[in-house]
């Protein structure tokens, strides 16, 4: 199956999800949930099909294959790393979080599941 990048179905419904949370939900209900952890699921599935995307155009990426465990746990570890662990020493008013990272791989999890087990009868391209 080939993956689609900026026009995969789960990377344009984490995007307009975030977009949803970040300036109607968020605002609007609050909660520690919507304010804190939402967001952080939506790393993997929102950030890593334009990342791909670069690294197939620049050639990095050899095959239109959906995201294998690799790069989907490999990115989720170095971007856990650098905002809960350099983030805070960079930024003031950052704070480390251990759920964060949970809720990025929840995330990562799930969108691995959805990439990986999508059923294959689904349309290739628009």
């Not at 890593?48 to 990115?75: C, M, N, Q, Y």
């Not at 805070?88 to 759920?99: E, G, L, N, Q």
């Amino acid at each position: 199956m080939r993956f689609r990048y900026l026009r995969d179905p789960l990377f344009l419904l984490a995007v307009a999800l975030y977009v949803a949370n970040r300036w109607w939900w968020k605002p609007e209900f609050g909660g520690v949930f919507l304010t804190g952890y939402f967001n952080d699921l939506l790393l993997i599935p929102a950030a890593l099909p334009p990342i791909l995307w670069v690294h197939h155009k620049a050639g990095w990426r050899k095959d239109d294959a959906p995201p294998t465990a690799l790069e989907i746990f490999s990115h989720l570890a170095v971007w856990a790393f650098i905002a809960e662990v350099i983030g805070p020493h960079i930024k003031a008013t950052s704070v480390a979080d251990w759920a964060d990272i949970v809720a990025y791989a929840i995330g990562a999890l799930l969108a691995f599941l959805v990439w990986r087990y999508r059923p294959v009868n689904q349309p290739e391209a628009l």
